[in-house]
T-cell receptor
Framework: NAGVTQTPKFQVLKTGQSMTLQCAQD?????MYWYRQDPGMGLRLIYY???????DKGEVPNGYNVSRLNKREFSLRLESAAPSQTSVYFC????????????????FGNGTRLTVT | KNQVEQSPQSLIILEGKNCTLQ??????????LRWYKQDTGRGPVSLTI?????NTKSNGRYTATLDADTKQSSLHITASQLSDSASYIC????????FGAGTRLTVKP
């Protein structure tokens, strides 16, 4: 099993450009998440999807959109990139669905390192 | 106050030595508290989970403790190895997950 796969690994954008970060998991997990990680700060939730067909905003959703394409895939889109979006982006998944099971760990991908100039 | 705080921010120790990382969490009780290890350039990986009723839990050379009175958790690493060099992140689950900023551990030969 590959676990959680993120593409691309690295990306450089100019201000105003758009791009989509891709994430896929092969563990049949219900819930998927997008986080950003910045130096000196804890991981911050951008958007999450508790189950196929649902998405919800997290702590820092402004400037981002998401699509839960199917149970495996959850993409993050930057419509008009800004320097403040320079960060490392992590996708994660858990088996947890709408029923709960809060003891499941998050399974993370290896991140996309995005620089916006 | 809903921030999970970790200390120290960074730590350098010699191979074979022990160390203890601290986490101050926010809410008592909580669903669970988990420690993750994040190697450079990789995503975090779960090390151990503690529920509110547990005081201590071990996973090999890693031992996590919980003090509900002071709202503190510690991660103790015994007989450190070079491969322990990583960031260690404390995460409090109170329905939503609250992440600490992590402690960056460097183990030197």
């Amino acid at each position: 099993n590959a676990g959680v796969t993120q593409t691309p690994k690295f990306q450089v954008l100019k201000t105003g450009q758009s791009m989509t970060l891709q994430c896929a998991q092969d563990m049949n997990h219900n819930s998927m998440y997008w986080y950003r990680q910045d130096p000196g700060m804890g991981l911050r939730l951008i958007y999450y999807s508790a189950s196929e067909g649902t998405t919800d905003k997290g702590e820092v959703p402004n400037g981002y959109n998401v699509s839960r394409l199917n149970k495996r895939e959850f993409s993050l889109r930057l419509e008009s990139a800004a320097p403040s979006q320079t960060s490392v982006y992590f996708c994660a998944s858990t088996p947890r669905g709408l029923q709960g099971d809060y003891n499941s760990p998050l399974h993370f991908g290896n991140g996309t390192r995005l620089t916006v100039t | 106050k809903n921030q999970v705080e970790q200390s120290p921010q960074s730590l350098i120790i010699l191979e074979g030595k022990n160390c203890t990382l601290q986490c101050n969490y926010t809410v008592s009780p909580f669903s669970n508290l988990r420690w993750y290890k994040q190697d450079t350039g990789r995503g975090p990986v779960s090390l151990t989970i503690m529920t509110f009723s547990e005081n201590t839990k071990s996973n090999g050379r890693y031992t996590a403790t919980l003090d509900a009175d002071t709202k503190q958790s510690s991660l103790h690493i015994t007989a450190s190895q070079l491969s322990d060099s990583a960031s260690y992140i404390c995460v409090e689950n109170v329905g939503d997950m609250r992440f600490g900023a992590g402690t960056r551990l460097t183990v030197k030969p």
